[in-house]
């Protein structure tokens, strides 16, 4: 099995920022790409960034230019570095992983989420 565990949420006022931290942990022989989603009350999950193994980057439109996704490989570990945060920002924040077992069967795992509110 694979566990992923995001870190790093809270309550911020409109203009501040957060670091959100996310690792992926056990039967692992690599991880692929690894991504950060959100999901706010009433509406569907979004992709909000994502990453290669390679570092290549993606984000939402709604995101461009405030936030920033980052990786460690040896770790496991993506982060997300959010600026210049809105209220419309608030939502449970997802991590996702995937890339290939021990066994090189694929996975694809997420956390638990981590709950980011924007208020003042």
């Known amino acids: 099995q694979v566990q992923v565990v995001e870190s790093g949420g809270g309550l911020v006022q409109p203009g501040g920022s957060l670091r959100l931290s996310c690792t992926a942990a056990?039967?692992?022989?690599?991880?692929?790409?690894m991504g950060w989603y959100r999901q706010a009350p009433g509406k569907q999950r979004e992709l909000v960034a994502s990453?290669?193994?390679?570092?290549?980057?993606d984000y939402s439109d709604s995101v461009k230019g405030r936030f920033a996704i980052s990786r460690d490989n040896p770790k496991n570990t993506v982060y997300l570095q959010m600026n210049s945060l809105k209220p419309e920002d608030t939502a449970v924040y997802y991590c996702?992983?995937?890339?290939?077992?021990?066994?090189?069967?694929?996975?694809?795992?997420w956390g638990q989420g981590t709950q980011v509110t924007v208020s003042s």
């Open positions: 996702n992983a995937d890339g290939l077992s021990v066994q090189l069967r694929p996975f694809s795992s």
């Open positions: 056990g039967n692992i022989f690599r991880v692929n790409d």
């Open positions: 990453i290669t193994s390679a570092g290549i980057t």
